[in-house]
């Protein structure tokens, strides 16, 4: 397997635009995840998922954010509309079960101007 | 929410030593995490541990939930363990500490 694949590794944006960010989890794992890093708030679980499901979504910020999982090898985290302070890298996981260690993407960057 | 407390913020370590880190938390959690990021961002979740102790290789890690605290042990330090340490609780929501900045140099 390839690992965790985050799709793109870096993007640019306008204010005010849509942003989506992708994540193909590994194959066979049942929990996907999605953090947050800045440098003013450090790491943050913004999401996770358990068989497509979500499961705990108390770390998103606010309406502007949504995430989906439509089958078990994809998932989507959406900001609309983008603001400046959602600069930050965007990193997706997943692991087989809650209680083992999860497999991290190389991560998303971020920058809207 | 809970508080989690990392030390020391940093480090430095001449390659072969041995170290502990530790992570202080404020209230009872439902588990307890260790995460590594190299210094090119990468991260590794190393250790899923709400108690006992884990280890894996040079790495090993306790948890004593009753007395709200988990520390990891690096032996034998290579400078591919430099990097950040974080630790993350989950209570009832999830929470990461501020982080060790470790540095091995040959």
């Given at each position: 397997?390839a690992?965790?694949i985050?799709?793109?590794?870096?993007?640019?944006?306008?204010m005010g635009?849509?942003v989506?960010?992708?994540?193909k989890?590994?194959?066979?794992h049942?929990?996907?995840f999605?953090?947050?890093?800045?440098?003013?708030?450090?790491?943050?679980l913004?999401?996770?998922?358990?068989n497509?499901v979500?499961?705990?979504?108390?770390?998103?910020?606010?309406?502007?954010?949504?995430?989906?999982?439509?089958?078990?090898?994809?998932s989507?985290?959406?900001?609309?509309p983008?603001?400046?302070?959602?600069s930050?890298v965007?990193?997706c996981?997943?692991?087989?079960?809650?209680?083992t260690?999860?497999?991290?993407g190389?991560?998303?960057r971020l920058?809207?101007? | 929410g809970i508080?989690?407390?990392?030390?020391p913020?940093?480090?430095?370590?001449?390659e072969?030593?041995?170290?502990?880190?530790?992570c202080n938390?404020?209230?009872?959690v439902?588990?307890?995490?260790?995460?590594?990021q190299n210094?090119?961002g990468q991260l590794?979740?190393?250790?899923y541990?709400p108690?006992?102790?884990k280890q894996?290789?040079?790495?090993s890690?306790?948890?004593?939930?009753?007395?709200?605290?988990s520390l990891?042990?690096i032996?034998?330090?290579?400078?591919?363990?430099s990097g950040v340490?974080?630790c993350a609780?989950d209570?009832?929501q999830?929470y990461?500490?501020?982080?060790?900045?470790?540095t091995?140099i040959?």
């Open positions: 397997d690992g965790v985050q799709s793109p590794r870096h993007e640019v944006t306008e635009q849509e989506t960010l992708r994540c989890p590994i194959s066979g049942d929990y996907l999605w953090y947050r890093q800045t440098m003013m708030r450090g790491l943050e913004l999401i996770y998922f358990n497509n979500p499961i705990d979504d108390s770390g998103m910020p606010e309406d502007r954010f949504s995430a989906k999982m439509p089958n078990a090898s994809f989507t985290l959406k900001i609309q983008s603001e400046p302070r959602d930050a965007y990193f996981a997943s692991s087989l079960y809650l209680t260690e999860a497999f991290f190389q991560g998303t920058t809207v101007v | 508080q989690v407390e990392q030390s913020p940093d480090l430095i370590l001449q072969g030593a041995n170290s502990t880190l530790r938390f404020s209230d009872s439902n588990n307890l995490q260790w995460f590594h210094p090119w590794i979740n190393l250790f541990i108690s006992g102790t894996n290789g040079r790495l890690a306790t948890t004593v939930a009753t007395e709200r605290y990891l042990y032996s034998s330090s290579q400078t591919t363990d340490y974080f609780v209570g009832n999830f990461f500490g501020t982080g060790t900045s470790l091995v040959p």
